[in-house]
């Protein structure tokens, strides 16, 4: 909806599609969407289409599993949390890369692992922060279209605090 409402024209694959499959559309930019379970598990079949996506410089957003999952394909971890989050009034401050001008937006989440910032390779930077227990909640990878949050823009808490997000990735599509 929020993707459309940016102005794409938006076509669903499945989480287990391959890198092939997913060039055979010839995206202007992919989107990682969120989705339950263990980064690691998914990362196995989604870990390696997303570095071949990153290879080949096409724009990259992802949200919640898929923040996770961009996280893991350029290098870095994810742990498990001791409280996950969960529910809408999550603040979350923009503090980096482009995202560097500290504002604080409300936000919804339903996770438990985290992307362990003290993980992230160069190249990578944290662009959001919990200011509830200052976990990683958004990155961006340096010289590629590529970002993600591990909050849910989606759901809008804010209500419209997060749809910049969209703007930019669509904005940014060529």
């Given at each position: 909806?929020?993707?459309?409402?940016?102005?794409?024209?938006?076509?669903?694959?499945?989480?287990?599609?391959?890198?092939?499959?997913?060039?055979?559309?010839?995206?202007?930019?992919v989107f990682l969407?969120?989705?339950?379970?263990?980064?690691?598990?998914?990362?196995?079949?989604?870990?390696?289409?997303?570095?071949?996506?990153?290879?080949?410089?096409?724009?990259?957003?992802?949200?919640?599993?898929?923040?996770?999952?961009?996280?893991?394909?350029?290098?870095?971890?994810?742990?498990?949390?001791?409280?996950?989050?969960?529910?809408?009034?999550?603040?979350?401050?923009?503090?980096?890369?482009d995202f560097a001008?500290?504002?604080?937006?409300?936000?919804?989440?339903?996770?438990?692992?985290?992307?362990?910032?003290a993980t992230l390779?160069?190249?990578?930077?944290?662009?959001?922060?919990?200011?509830?227990?200052?976990?990683?909640?958004?990155?961006?990878?340096?010289?590629?279209?590529?970002?993600?949050?591990?909050?849910?823009?989606?759901?809008?808490?804010?209500?419209?605090?997060?749809?910049?997000?969209?703007?930019?990735?669509?904005?940014?599509?060529?």
């Open positions: 909806r929020n993707l459309v409402k940016a102005g794409a024209r938006v076509t669903v694959v499945p989480a287990t599609a391959t890198l092939e499959e997913v060039l055979s559309h010839q995206p202007a930019g969407s969120n989705g339950p379970g263990d980064p690691a598990a998914t990362g196995e079949y989604a870990v390696p289409v997303i570095q071949g996506l990153l290879e080949r410089s096409v724009p990259i957003f992802g949200i919640c599993l898929g923040h996770q999952m961009l996280a893991i394909a350029a290098g870095a971890k994810t742990v498990k949390m001791h409280q996950g989050h969960r529910g809408a009034n999550h603040p979350v401050q923009r503090v980096g890369g001008d500290g504002v604080v937006e409300i936000t919804s989440m339903n996770h438990g692992f985290a992307v362990d910032a390779p160069a190249g990578v930077v944290e662009t959001h922060k919990s200011l509830f227990d200052g976990s990683n909640c958004g990155i961006a990878i340096t010289g590629k279209q590529a970002f993600s949050v591990q909050y849910h823009p989606e759901a809008s808490p804010g209500p419209q605090d997060s749809f910049y997000l969209f703007e930019k990735f669509v904005g940014g599509l060529k």
